[in-house]
């Protein structure tokens, strides 16, 4: 590897690493396309509602995913289910993010609080996941507001685990020190000063618990516990089961499962991607 | 001695806390489990009977207490559908649980560290390429598309595996246990390959770091020869985040076979909850977060145990 | 714990050794698939394990598909839906209608030896009167005492004449023995989970919770000797998963019936066979009277106007059923059918025609079904994409099962979406479901006029005399949309070509899988 330019920032190193790695810039690629297809999704197919004669049809020209049990279009599905899928992970996450962010942090700076909060983060993650998001998804009636709300519930520990200990290791640096000598309150500091430390490892979190959501989404709406009106991969999958094709009708099933595997795949090597250009030890 | 006890009392600790979150849970969200328990055709009295037969007419805090004594002394209730004790429901689905998650987790770990070092030795060339492209694509496939499409090309159009269940019936004996792996090659090999790239990709990052210290390359200075340096001595240190993710794993693992034994049939406990939720059976699924729980703590006390054995330092500080 | 986790390891250990030989030796599976059947065993594919054994209480398909095996039944119902004798071989009411009287067979016996008696029927209706549970206790509210004149003779007094009263016992009342039974300080709490004594074709002798029962000939068998000599059920997770074992031959019928997509797949595999049995039930949407502008009939008659029956039939059900011509009187009742009426035309202008009479705007309506039901959730939106087309917003709430049926016990809905399984006797199941207060009348009708017209229907003591008031009132029911019936569904059901001889009967509950049919059954050779 040739000598990195010394007078770089870290963030630019950063930067300039990450651009070697084409695997990380594809993720990255992939991951944009499909947030650009969540958004668009009207203006590249028509809401998948109504029903036609056409059942069952496997892929073709006119419909280049098949059609379902009911003659919809399953491109059109998958386009849509883009946007709720992507939309469930994206709003989990910062959920979960918000909470494990301020949990890390309050353990981190607070010393009083580390004890029981880091108690409360090792219980939460000895939880089972699964079943309890299975639990309250059911009992809480489906929608796309429950699936949200549950999946971050159960998934803030993980986030709060890693803030704190990243928090850990500047709450002792000098400038925080001398911040608390000089007066600033402890929000200012934590603003001034923890926020920003803490942000590569939160950057990082939050694209694997998005991803993390989205396998949460679709694990919940392929148990039924999904939200009927609208479309999400996971719903796509549920029916494809409820209408008893999943063997037969293939398309019905691979589609939604390729999205699935595309957004968690991209999202895993973005962040590989990017701990491996900021940690320099491993990159040169 | 210490070490011990501390760690007995955290692993009460979280199970308390289980139990408590779970308890509390399952009862403050809608969905009536007196629709459960007592038919909506019955007299007010029988009903109000039933109810008070179930303990599902004293407060909520009373009710709770109420489980945590009877917990104590190992009684999980009755189950309000079937009319049995939970731990007797429980008890018939814990054996096929442990054996596949057990399975899984074996295969995992035997096959993640060869792979694990083979990336490690070779970063940053295509042998590793491949591997870590491998695992993490694995990892993010989704269980129940897996299942399917195993259950299909494996089971169906090649005739290798039977599709779904646990055992034979006719089979006893060795030929029982022969069964018993045939039926679980495919849902192992489901939970396996979601796994295997985390394990894969944590011993190759931490055995990459062991590497660069000091002490291998004293060893090579030494001319101990590469493959010795790797297996015993980098390979050692590397072992013990490895450890922890095994331990921490095989919690999420028991809870995160719901998927896998929904899919293909297997009578484990992940399948037993996900049917006690479709019949609100609360004691069932109480009963069933216990355990999990349960498997848990003593899963961190194994990996504890694990680390004490592989790291001296753990035991004398 | 211990225990546990060598044997997981020894179990890994040997997983490693059979995963470098893919073709394991010996066990292939039940049967094999090519191995042609023996009459040793029969291996039903079904989707849930057995959560009740005790008869009198376990509703779920599996529960009754065991307990059905297990317990006799006073009759049992012939293709047509015509009752016919099992442990009864006569039965007859008194000139006043006030009197039932049901002669017992002698030759059946409980397995413990006891011979079945008309005290073990005594025992099982009273129980059920007492305790008011189950089915059967809304079926005889009619019934004042039954006592037993002989072993063989079991004598029903009645408060009124009821002419639905020996069908409906006959038919839902599961025969217990009452020496056991008896022990238990609550019949309906007994949960009969081990050492069964029992009096069915089959007797249950081996349970594996999550995979599979085991049920084995009796012999001698009274009403007549079944051929296969073993019974199987295995649990399986959905339907994919059996159509795939059944496909691989490691079963050898499925008894939940086939979503129609998959039956219409399946009807070109040579190696399956499949066989179709009609509803005794109807899918339906009801609209809740109670509620307004739903209280105004003209409202009613515009949704039922805006629904595309024609489309969910062929498309949701594949054609796979049929127009019951919005009657509750359904093609599967033959002996009431009323030929006279006809279907609601999906016709979006007169719906808009009739809100405008109405005086109604902008229609925005929730319907409430359970999600976990294939065909309804298939159909639920485009019950919703008709509707729009008439410039009604109906919003979809796809519950739970749970708290679908908590808000359809409260009457907390809009618009419900469901089906009833089994509604084999009119005049008895029209009083439930459309008489003021009756137990299942979810729409709230309340017209003295149709109760009437019931009860009179209930009080005839044959079908001849019954038809008149009951079809009068299901023109009612038609005319006033108190139920929207959408159609009746032609249950499609697999089995391996390796059988022959089953006995088809109408009804998902009984359909291939009922006592009689698995007496029958042979293999084909």
Same mark, same amino acid.
């Given at each position: 590897m040739t000598a990195v330019v010394t007078d770089l920032t870290p963030r630019q190193r950063t930067w300039t690493a990450f651009r070697r790695n084409p695997l990380g810039l594809a993720s990255a690629a992939i991951l944009l396309a499909l947030a650009v297809i969540a958004l668009c999704a009207p203006l590249i197919a028509p809401f998948p509602e109504g029903y036609g004669e056409d059942t069952f049809q496997p892929p073709s020209a006119e419909h280049w995913f098949g059609t379902d049990d009911i003659g919809q279009d399953v491109f059109a599905q998958v386009i849509w289910g883009t946007r709720v899928s992507m939309a469930v992970g994206l709003s989990a996450s910062v959920l979960a993010i918000v909470i494990g962010l301020v949990v890390g942090i309050c353990a981190a700076y607070f010393r009083r609080l580390d004890t029981p909060l880091g108690v409360l983060v090792d219980l939460s993650l000895s939880l089972p996941v699964l079943p309890l998001m299975i639990l309250v998804a059911a009992l809480a009636g489906p929608s796309v507001r429950t699936l949200v709300v549950v999946i971050a519930l159960f998934s803030w520990p993980e986030v709060a685990r890693v803030v704190r200990s990243s928090a850990m290791a500047i709450v002792p640096m000098p400038f925080v020190s001398a911040a608390k000598v000089i007066g600033g309150s402890a929000f200012w500091i934590?603003?001034?000063?923890?926020?920003?430390?803490?942000?590569?490892?939160?950057?990082?979190?939050?694209?694997?618990?998005?991803?993390?959501?989205v396998l949460a989404e679709a694990g919940l709406s392929f148990l039924g516990l999904g939200d009927p009106n609208s479309w999400s991969w996971g719903t796509i999958l549920h029916k494809a089961q409820q209408s008893g094709a999943l063997a037969s009708a293939w398309w019905t099933t691979l589609f939604p499962s390729l999205a699935i595997l595309l957004l968690v795949l991209s999202t895993t090597l973005l962040s590989v991607a990017y701990n491996d250009a900021r940690n320099h030890r491993s990159a040169s | 001695m210490r070490f011990v006890v501390t760690r007995l009392l955290r692993g009460l600790l979280t199970l308390w806390f289980a139990v408590t979150v779970t308890f509390f849970l399952v009862r403050l969200l809608p969905g009536d489990p007196v629709l459960a328990v007592a038919d909506p055709n019955m007299t007010e009295e029988l009903r109000a009977k039933l109810l008070a037969d179930f303990g599902l007419d004293q407060p909520l805090g009373v009710q709770y207490l109420n489980y945590l004594a009877q917990l104590v002394q190992g009684n999980l209730g009755m189950s309000f559908r079937q009319s049995i004790p939970v731990t007797t429901v429980l008890m018939d689905r814990l054996p096929w649980t442990l054996i596949l998650t057990g399975s899984a987790m074996l295969v995992t770990i035997v096959l993640g560290i060869p792979l694990g070092v083979l990336a490690a030795t070779r970063a940053k060339g295509w042998v590793d390429r491949v591997i870590q492209l491998t695992g993490v694509t694995a990892q993010s496939l989704f269980v129940p598309s897996v299942g399917i499409f195993l259950m299909y090309v494996m089971g169906v159009t090649l005739g290798w595996f039977p599709i779904g269940g646990a055992v034979d019936l006719d089979a006893t004996g060795p030929a029982a246990w022969l069964s018993m792996l045939h039926h679980l090659v495919l849902p192992c090999l489901s939970l396996v390959l979601i796994q295997l790239g985390g394990?894969?990709?944590?011993?190759?990052? =931490?055995? %990459?770091?062991?590497?660069?210290?000091?002490?291998?390359?004293?060893? $090579?200075?030494?001319?101990? $020869?590469?493959?010795?340096?790797?297996?015993k001595h980098a390979l050692r240190n590397a072992l013990l985040p490895t450890t922890t993710i095994a331990g921490l794993q095989l919690g999420t693992l028991v809870g995160g076979a719901v998927l896998t034994e929904t899919i293909y049939a297997y009578p484990g406990i992940g399948r037993a909850i996900y049917e006690a939720v479709g019949q609100l059976d609360f004691p069932v699924l109480q009963g069933a977060f216990v355990l999990l729980a349960a498997a848990v703590v003593a899963a961190n006390l194994l990996t504890d145990v694990a680390y004490g054995i592989l790291d001296p330092r753990v035991r004398t500080s | 714990m211990r225990r546990g986790f060598l044997l997981a390891?020894?179990?890994? %250990?040997?997983?490693?050794?059979?995963? !470098?030989?893919?073709?394991?030796?010996?066990?292939?599976?039940?049967?094999?698939?090519?191995?042609?059947?023996?009459?040793?065993?029969?291996? %039903?594919?079904?989707?849930?394990?057995?959560?009740?054994?005790?008869?009198?209480?376990?509703? !779920?398909?599996?529960?009754?598909?065991?307990?059905?095996?297990?317990?006799?039944?006073? =009759?049992?119902?012939?293709?047509?839906g015509k009752r016919i004798p099992y442990l009864a071989t006569e039965w007859s009411y008194s000139k006043d209608g006030k009197t039932a009287t049901v002669k017992l067979r002698d030759d059946m016996k409980w397995s413990d030896g006891k011979p079945v008696t008309a005290d073990d029927v005594v025992f099982a209706v009273t129980a059920v009167q007492k305790e008011k549970f189950g089915v059967v206790a809304g079926l005889i509210t009619a019934m004042e005492k039954a006592e037993a004149v002989s072993p063989t003779e079991v004598k029903f007094t009645l408060s009124r004449p009821d002419g639905t009263f020996l069908d409906n016992v006959g038919f839902w009342l599961p025969i217990v023995p009452k020496h056991v039974f008896e022990k238990a300080p609550s019949v309906q709490k007994f949960a009969n989970d081990a050492n069964w004594v029992s009096a069915g074709p089959y007797k249950l002798t081996k349970v594996e919770r999550g995979q599979r029962y085991i049920m084995e000939r009796?012999?001698?068998?009274?009403?007549?000797?079944?051929?296969?000599?073993?019974?199987?059920f295995r649990v399986f997770p959905d339907v994919n998963t059996e159509v795939l074992a059944l496909r691989n031959g490691e079963i050898d019928l499925i008894g939940n019936v086939l979503p129609p997509s998959t039956a219409a797949d399946l009807k070109n595999d040579p190696k399956l066979k499949l066989?179709?049995?009609?509803?005794?039930?109807?899918?339906?949407?009801?609209?809740?009277?109670?509620?307004?502008?739903?209280?105004d009939v003209r409202v009613r008659q515009a949704l039922a106007h805006a629904v595309d029956y024609e489309a969910i039939r062929n498309i949701a059900l594949k054609g796979y059923a049929k127009s019951a011509n919005s009657s509750v009187l359904t093609p599967s009742q033959p002996d009431y059918a009323d030929p006279s009426? !006809?279907?609601?035309?999906?016709?979006?202008?007169?719906?808009?025609?009739?809100?405008?009479?109405?005086?109604? =705007?902008?229609?925005?309506?929730?319907?409430?079904?359970?999600?976990?039901?294939?065909? %309804?959730?298939?159909?639920?939106?485009?019950?919703?994409?008709?509707? $729009?087309q008439a410039g009604i917003e109906i919003k979809l709430q796809g519950l739970e099962r749970n708290t679908y049926l908590d808000k359809t016990l409260k009457r907390d809905f809009d618009i419900y979406a469901g089906s009833w399984a089994i509604m084999d006797n009119p005049p008895a199941n029209l009083g439930l479901a459309f008489k003021t207060g009756g137990f299942i009348n979810y729409a709230q009708v309340s017209d003295p006029k149709l109760d009437k017209l019931i009860d009179e229907g209930q009080r005839a003591l044959t079908r001849e005399e019954a038809k008149a008031p009951i079809q009068e009132a299901a023109k009612i029911i038609h005319d006033q949309v108190y139920d929207n019936v959408l159609y009746v569904e032609t249950f499609n059901i697999a089995h391996s070509i390796k059988w022959t001889g089953f006995k088809p009967m109408p009804s998902e509950l009984l359909s291939i899988v009922n006592p009689l049919s698995l007496a029958a059954v042979k293999p084909a050779s």
């Amino acid at each position: 590897m040739t000598a990195v330019v010394t007078d770089l920032t870290p963030r630019q190193r950063t930067w300039t690493a990450f651009r070697r790695n084409p695997l990380g810039l594809a993720s990255a690629a992939i991951l944009l396309a499909l947030a650009v297809i969540a958004l668009c999704a009207p203006l590249i197919a028509p809401f998948p509602e109504g029903y036609g004669e056409d059942t069952f049809q496997p892929p073709s020209a006119e419909h280049w995913f098949g059609t379902d049990d009911i003659g919809q279009d399953v491109f059109a599905q998958v386009i849509w289910g883009t946007r709720v899928s992507m939309a469930v992970g994206l709003s989990a996450s910062v959920l979960a993010i918000v909470i494990g962010l301020v949990v890390g942090i309050c353990a981190a700076y607070f010393r009083r609080l580390d004890t029981p909060l880091g108690v409360l983060v090792d219980l939460s993650l000895s939880l089972p996941v699964l079943p309890l998001m299975i639990l309250v998804a059911a009992l809480a009636g489906p929608s796309v507001r429950t699936l949200v709300v549950v999946i971050a519930l159960f998934s803030w520990p993980e986030v709060a685990r890693v803030v704190r200990s990243s928090a850990m290791a500047i709450v002792p640096m000098p400038f925080v020190s001398a911040a608390k000598v000089i007066g600033g309150s402890a929000f200012w500091i934590v603003r001034k000063h923890l926020v920003p430390g803490v942000v590569p490892v939160v950057g990082v979190s939050v694209v694997l618990t998005t991803s993390r959501a989205v396998l949460a989404e679709a694990g919940l709406s392929f148990l039924g516990l999904g939200d009927p009106n609208s479309w999400s991969w996971g719903t796509i999958l549920h029916k494809a089961q409820q209408s008893g094709a999943l063997a037969s009708a293939w398309w019905t099933t691979l589609f939604p499962s390729l999205a699935i595997l595309l957004l968690v795949l991209s999202t895993t090597l973005l962040s590989v991607a990017y701990n491996d250009a900021r940690n320099h030890r491993s990159a040169s | 001695m210490r070490f011990v006890v501390t760690r007995l009392l955290r692993g009460l600790l979280t199970l308390w806390f289980a139990v408590t979150v779970t308890f509390f849970l399952v009862r403050l969200l809608p969905g009536d489990p007196v629709l459960a328990v007592a038919d909506p055709n019955m007299t007010e009295e029988l009903r109000a009977k039933l109810l008070a037969d179930f303990g599902l007419d004293q407060p909520l805090g009373v009710q709770y207490l109420n489980y945590l004594a009877q917990l104590v002394q190992g009684n999980l209730g009755m189950s309000f559908r079937q009319s049995i004790p939970v731990t007797t429901v429980l008890m018939d689905r814990l054996p096929w649980t442990l054996i596949l998650t057990g399975s899984a987790m074996l295969v995992t770990i035997v096959l993640g560290i060869p792979l694990g070092v083979l990336a490690a030795t070779r970063a940053k060339g295509w042998v590793d390429r491949v591997i870590q492209l491998t695992g993490v694509t694995a990892q993010s496939l989704f269980v129940p598309s897996v299942g399917i499409f195993l259950m299909y090309v494996m089971g169906v159009t090649l005739g290798w595996f039977p599709i779904g269940g646990a055992v034979d019936l006719d089979a006893t004996g060795p030929a029982a246990w022969l069964s018993m792996l045939h039926h679980l090659v495919l849902p192992c090999l489901s939970l396996v390959l979601i796994q295997l790239g985390g394990y894969v990709l944590t011993m190759r990052s =931490t055995l %990459i770091e062991a590497l660069g210290e000091d002490y291998v390359a004293l060893a $090579k200075a030494k001319g101990v $020869k590469p493959r010795a340096v790797v297996w015993k001595h980098a390979l050692r240190n590397a072992l013990l985040p490895t450890t922890t993710i095994a331990g921490l794993q095989l919690g999420t693992l028991v809870g995160g076979a719901v998927l896998t034994e929904t899919i293909y049939a297997y009578p484990g406990i992940g399948r037993a909850i996900y049917e006690a939720v479709g019949q609100l059976d609360f004691p069932v699924l109480q009963g069933a977060f216990v355990l999990l729980a349960a498997a848990v703590v003593a899963a961190n006390l194994l990996t504890d145990v694990a680390y004490g054995i592989l790291d001296p330092r753990v035991r004398t500080s | 714990m211990r225990r546990g986790f060598l044997l997981a390891a020894a179990a890994a %250990i040997a997983l490693l050794t059979a995963c !470098s030989t893919p073709s394991v030796p010996g066990s292939t599976g039940q049967g094999g698939s090519q191995a042609p059947a023996t009459g040793d065993r029969l291996t %039903i594919g079904t989707t849930a394990d057995v959560v009740n054994y005790n008869p009198l209480v376990g509703n !779920s398909r599996t529960d009754s598909w065991v307990t059905n095996l297990m317990y006799p039944h006073l =009759t049992q119902m012939d293709e047509a839906g015509k009752r016919i004798p099992y442990l009864a071989t006569e039965w007859s009411y008194s000139k006043d209608g006030k009197t039932a009287t049901v002669k017992l067979r002698d030759d059946m016996k409980w397995s413990d030896g006891k011979p079945v008696t008309a005290d073990d029927v005594v025992f099982a209706v009273t129980a059920v009167q007492k305790e008011k549970f189950g089915v059967v206790a809304g079926l005889i509210t009619a019934m004042e005492k039954a006592e037993a004149v002989s072993p063989t003779e079991v004598k029903f007094t009645l408060s009124r004449p009821d002419g639905t009263f020996l069908d409906n016992v006959g038919f839902w009342l599961p025969i217990v023995p009452k020496h056991v039974f008896e022990k238990a300080p609550s019949v309906q709490k007994f949960a009969n989970d081990a050492n069964w004594v029992s009096a069915g074709p089959y007797k249950l002798t081996k349970v594996e919770r999550g995979q599979r029962y085991i049920m084995e000939r009796v012999e001698p068998f009274g009403p007549g000797q079944p051929t296969v000599k073993e019974i199987v059920f295995r649990v399986f997770p959905d339907v994919n998963t059996e159509v795939l074992a059944l496909r691989n031959g490691e079963i050898d019928l499925i008894g939940n019936v086939l979503p129609p997509s998959t039956a219409a797949d399946l009807k070109n595999d040579p190696k399956l066979k499949l066989v179709q049995v009609p509803s005794l039930g109807w899918a339906h949407l009801q609209y809740n009277t109670k509620r307004k502008p739903m209280d105004d009939v003209r409202v009613r008659q515009a949704l039922a106007h805006a629904v595309d029956y024609e489309a969910i039939r062929n498309i949701a059900l594949k054609g796979y059923a049929k127009s019951a011509n919005s009657s509750v009187l359904t093609p599967s009742q033959p002996d009431y059918a009323d030929p006279s009426v !006809s279907e609601y035309a999906f016709d979006p202008a007169k719906s808009k025609q009739l809100l405008q009479e109405a005086g109604v =705007t902008n229609l925005s309506l929730s319907m409430i079904y359970d999600q976990a039901d294939p065909n %309804i959730a298939r159909w639920a939106p485009m019950v919703r994409d008709a509707a $729009k087309q008439a410039g009604i917003e109906i919003k979809l709430q796809g519950l739970e099962r749970n708290t679908y049926l908590d808000k359809t016990l409260k009457r907390d809905f809009d618009i419900y979406a469901g089906s009833w399984a089994i509604m084999d006797n009119p005049p008895a199941n029209l009083g439930l479901a459309f008489k003021t207060g009756g137990f299942i009348n979810y729409a709230q009708v309340s017209d003295p006029k149709l109760d009437k017209l019931i009860d009179e229907g209930q009080r005839a003591l044959t079908r001849e005399e019954a038809k008149a008031p009951i079809q009068e009132a299901a023109k009612i029911i038609h005319d006033q949309v108190y139920d929207n019936v959408l159609y009746v569904e032609t249950f499609n059901i697999a089995h391996s070509i390796k059988w022959t001889g089953f006995k088809p009967m109408p009804s998902e509950l009984l359909s291939i899988v009922n006592p009689l049919s698995l007496a029958a059954v042979k293999p084909a050779s």
